[in-house]
T-cell receptor, first 113, second 112 residues
């Protein structure tokens, strides 16, 4: 079946450095992608999204890049802070009428002071 | 707004017992869903609803029932709990299907 997967289960960075979290997807019909952040003991929280008609979208300290040719998604976090330590999930939706999101397994980001 | 609320936060059941996990949202969202999250894994969709009176199965629906009698509430029922249902359960809602979801704080369920 189709799945969304993340390249690395864990990522450790120094405070102040930039972080890049990667995600590969296999369903070429997916047209909407979302990054979520999950802190320990809490539910996932929306960070940023991107539609398949875009290659890049920027938010506050975060940028999402979409490469449809190789079915790859990345989340870049600028000037990583200790509060960014969490598990990050990418999710894909197969059209706004699909009603279902498929989540990857997550990448655990640890920020060292 | 309280957002998405879930009760209880923690629950321990014995095999064969039944229970209902409660979920409510006060954002007038059309779409609601239930996920389970097992250690070190992503979220797997159990059931979802696109509006009051309409529900559908997700990826792992066996052993669970749902109903959506109102826009606000979307309870998840475990009919006969099994140890394989030990997990953290998250309820989520979105304005309509296909958009970003708002998640509740989760219910941690242990089945002995």
């Amino acid at each position: 079946g189709e799945s969304v997967g993340l390249h690395l289960p864990t990522l450790s960075v120094q405070e102040g450095d930039n972080s890049i979290i990667n995600c590969a997807y296999s369903n070429s019909a997916s047209d909407y992608f979302i990054w979520y952040k999950q802190e320990s003991g809490k539910g996932p929280q929306f960070i940023i999204d991107i539609r398949s008609n875009m290659d890049k979208r920027q938010g506050q300290r975060v940028t999402v890049l979409l490469n449809k040719t190789v079915k790859h998604l990345s989340l870049q976090i600028a000037a990583t802070q200790p509060g960014d330590s969490a598990v990050y999930f990418c999710a894909e939706n197969m059209g706004t009428n699909a009603g279902k999101s498929t989540f990857g397994d997550g990448t655990t980001l640890t920020v060292k002071p | 707004n309280a957002g998405v609320t879930q009760t209880p936060k923690f629950q321990v059941l014995k095999t064969g017992q039944s229970m209902t996990l409660q979920c409510a949202q006060d954002m007038n969202h059309e779409y609601m869903s239930w996920y389970r999250q097992d250690p070190g894994m992503g979220l797997r969709l159990i059931h979802y609803s696109v509006g009051a009176g309409i529900t559908d199965q997700g990826e792992v629906p066996n052993g669970y029932n749902v109903s959506r009698s109102t826009t606000e509430d979307f309870p998840l029922r475990l009919l006969s709990a099994a140890p394989s249902q030990t997990s953290v359960y998250f309820c989520a809602s979105s304005e309509r299907k296909g958009l970003e979801q708002f998640f509740g704080p989760g219910t941690r369920l242990t089945v002995l």
